[in-house]
């Protein structure tokens, strides 16, 4: 019998979702959980990799199990109870046997918070950062981002990457109260650092090192070496994971909670 997870986890304590020899890693922690709840081995796939640090306000991950859960809101309370603070789950779903978290999803989206003064309660939640910056020009070179498909500028070396190629549907930035500014980002998939790479990018763009004509040419090279430093971890959020309604439809964590 397979089920679909729904998750949300702070990244700070973890080398990510996948799991790693001799680290501690969202996937085994909830492997960990899982097998001592239902009394058998619990091998989890999650819809793909977060990297060390970086967290998710909504995740999806499948797993199998010999027996139909028979009471899934109480397996939901006692898997919570198992788990560390820094990892909830909020759904507990019955899907078809050859459903995939990973392989069947079609858009994922992710936000990035930059705080423009100094917060010591978020510090681990956004990226602090005091330089002034132009929305306006980072907003003009965000919206480049949809009239692309190959990103080799963005993607970490020695990735393995099948392809570089995605199609972003939608990127911006907004100014949030609280001296916050929020980019989201939404695609059929992403490179592994894309994300952070892209962010680091359009921060140098808004505080003046480029325009927004250069963030084209930079996308337009497909060369690593010419996009700027990936912004820090922990101002990353995977938000977002959608399916095909008949594969499975988002049932948990429809607030996006009081930071985002």
Partial sequence: MRYFLELRYLGAAYCGWQRQPDQPSVQQTLERALSTLLREPVEVTGAGRTDTGVNASYYVAHFD?????????????????????DISA???????EGAHARFDACEREYVYRIETRKNPFTRLLSWQYYVPLD???MNRAAAM??????FTTFAKLNSN??????????????AEPGDVLR???????FLRNM?????GTLVDVGRGRYTPGDFRAIIESRELSRSSAGAPAQGLFLSDIRYPSE???RRSFRDSGPLF
């Fill in 65 to 85: 199990v010999r027996q139909p859960v028979a009471d899934p809101a109480q397996t939901l309370y006692k898997l919570n109870f198992l788990l560390p603070d």
């Fill in 90 to 96: 909020g759904g507990l779903t019955p899907v078809a």
């Fill in 135 to 137: 929305l306006e020009r």
């Fill in 145 to 150: 981002l949809t009239e692309f498909r190959d």
């Fill in 161 to 174: 990457n099948r392809t570089n190629i995605c199609r972003i549907y939608e990127a911006g930035w907004s």
């Fill in 183 to 189: 980019f989201r980002i939404r695609a059929d998939r």
């Fill in 195 to 199: 994300v952070r790479a892209i962010v």
């Fill in 247 to 249: 594969v499975f439809e």
